[in-house]
C-alpha cells in the first residue's frame, strides 16, 4: 500500500446543515494509512466550530486532524492558510458543503497521481444535491469558454456575459464525458488532489480571487504552466450540498418579493438575448438567474482580474491570442497533436495497471 502522506485542506464557513453528514462520510470512506485533515474554520458565527471540536475529539477520522480557527477573510485566505500548514507531500483541496461518497478513494486518486510525473492534477465527479452532474472537470481554453464539464453552454459563443448560464445533465445520462477518465483543462475544487510543492510553485491559491470563486481553476490551469498536466477520474463521486443549505426565515414581504422576483426570471429567459443584455448592462443585474448585485459585482471583478492575468477573456476567449502567449505549452494540450496523444497515453497506462491487478 502506498505511504505517500496526503493532506486535505477544508475550509468551513457557516456550514452547520450539512457539515456533520460531510465529516462523517469523510471518515467513513477515508482508508488511506498516512492522511491528515487540516480544518480551517474561517470565523463561522453558526455551531461549526462546536460540531468541529467535538468531531476531532470524538477521533472519529482517522488520522490526525489539526483544527485552526481564524477571523473571516474569505475561502482563499482559509486554503492558503490550510495549504502552509500542510505536512503532505499531496494535498486535496475538499469542501465543507461536499462529501465524498467512495470509498478508498485517496487510493484511487493516488494511483493516477502517482503514475507519472507528468500528472499535476486530479479531480472527481461532482454531483449536485439536485441530482445535476455539477462538474467532470472544467473546460477553460476553448471557443465557448469556461463551463463545466460536460454543462452546455446557454449564451451565444463568443458573446456571453455570464459563466453560470449553462445546462446541466442528470448523473447517469453524459456518456463518455461523465464516465471516462480523460484529460481536461482544469479542475473543480470541491474535490482536487495536487502536489504541494506545485502548488506554492505558483504562488498558491490566488487572493486575486477573494474571497471566493475561480481559485480552483486557476490554481489547476497555473500548475499547467509547470508543464504538468489535469485530469477527471470518474472512480471518485462527491455530493455537493447546493440546494440543501438552510434557507433564511422569510416574512410575508420578503416571499412576495421571492415570488416576484421568479416570476421577473421567467419573463427574462424568454427574452430575445440582444435584448436580455441591453437590460442587463443597464440595470447591472442578472436576469433569470440568481445571483445577487454584490456577487455579480464579484464575478465581473474576477472576470477582469482573469484577462489582466491570464491575457484572454474566461467566458470569451481570443483562440488566436490564447494561441500566441500560450502555444506549445499544457495550457493548450487539446490543439497539440503530441501533448494530446501523450494525455491519452498515461489514461491507457492507467487502464492497463489496474487490468494486471
Known amino acids: 500500500m502506498d505511504a505517500t502522506r496526503v493532506s486535505l485542506l477544508l475550509p468551513n464557513y457557516n456550514n452547520e446543515r450539512v457539515l456533520g453528514t460531510v465529516l462523517d462520510?469523510?471518515?467513513?470512506?477515508?482508508?488511506?494509512?498516512?492522511?491528515?485533515?487540516?480544518?480551517v474554520d474561517d470565523g463561522s458565527t453558526d455551531g461549526?466550530?462546536?460540531i468541529l471540536a467535538q468531531w476531532r475529539d470524538s477521533g472519529?477520522?482517522?488520522g490526525e486532524v489539526v483544527l485552526i480557527e481564524q477571523e473571516n477573510a474569505g475561502a482563499i485566505v482559509a486554503l492558503n492558510t490550510a495549504l502552509e500548514a500542510a505536512t503532505g507531500a499531496i494535498c486535496v483541496q475538499i469542501d465543507s458543503d461536499a462529501s465524498v461518497e467512495t470509498p478508498g478513494w485517496i487510493e484511487r486518486m493516488l494511483e493516477l497521481m502517482l503514475l507519472d510525473e507528468r500528472v499535476g492534477v486530479v479531480t472527481a465527479k461532482v454531483v449536485m444535491d439536485s441530482g445535476s452532474l455539477h462538474t467532470c472537470g472544467v473546460d477553460v481554453v476553448g471557443p465557448e469558454g469556461v463551463h463545466d464539464r460536460p454543462s452546455r453552454v446557454l449564451e451565444p459563443v463568443g458573446r456571453r456575459r455570464w459563466h453560470h448560464r449553462v445546462e446541466r445533465p442528470r448523473e447517469?445520462?453524459?456518456?463518455?464525458?461523465?464516465?471516462?477518465t480523460a484529460e481536461v483543462d482544469a479542475a473543480c475544487g470541491c474535490c482536487m488532489m495536487y502536489r504541494r510543492e506545485d502548488a506554492l510553485a505558483v504562488g498558491g491559491y490566488d487572493t486575486g480571487y477573494?474571497?471566493?470563486?475561480?481559485?480552483?481553476v486557476d490554481l489547476s490551469l497555473s500548475i499547467r504552466r509547470?508543464?504538468?498536466?489535469?485530469?477527471?477520474?470518474?472512480?471518485?463521486?462527491?455530493?455537493?450540498?447546493l440546494e440543501s443549505r438552510p434557507a433564511?426565515?422569510?416574512?410575508?414581504d420578503r416571499q412576495r418579493g421571492q415570488a416576484a422576483g421568479e416570476l421577473a426570471r421567467r419573463a427574462a429567459r424568454r427574452l430575445p438575448a440582444r435584448v436580455r443584455d441591453r437590460v442587463e448592462a443597464g440595470l447591472g443585474v442578472d436576469l433569470g438567474g440568481h445571483m445577487t448585485r454584490p456577487q455579480l459585482a464579484r464575478l465581473r471583478h474576477h472576470y477582469r482580474y482573469w484577462r489582466e492575468k491570464w491575457g484572454f477573456d474566461l467566458r470569451n476567449p481570443d483562440m488566436a491570442e490564447v494561441e500566441r502567449r500560450y502555444g506549445g505549452t499544457e495550457i493548450c494540450w487539446a490543439t497539440d497533436p503530441e501533448r494530446r496523444a501523450a494525455?491519452?497515453?498515461?489514461?491507457?497506462?492507467l487502464e492497463q495497471a489496474r487490468a494486471s491487478t
Open 25 to 39: 462520510r469523510l471518515a467513513a470512506h477515508t482508508t488511506h494509512p498516512d492522511t491528515e485533515l487540516v480544518i
Open 48 to 50: 461549526s466550530r462546536h
Open 60 to 62: 472519529a477520522f482517522g
Open 172 to 180: 447517469g445520462t453524459a456518456g463518455d464525458a461523465e464516465e471516462l
Open 210 to 216: 477573494a474571497p471566493v470563486w475561480f481559485d480552483d
Open 226 to 241: 509547470l508543464g504538468r498536466k489535469n485530469f477527471y477520474l470518474p472512480d471518485v463521486r462527491v455530493v455537493h450540498y
Open 248 to 252: 433564511p426565515v422569510a416574512g410575508r
Open 343 to 349: 494525455g491519452e497515453e498515461i489514461v491507457r497506462n
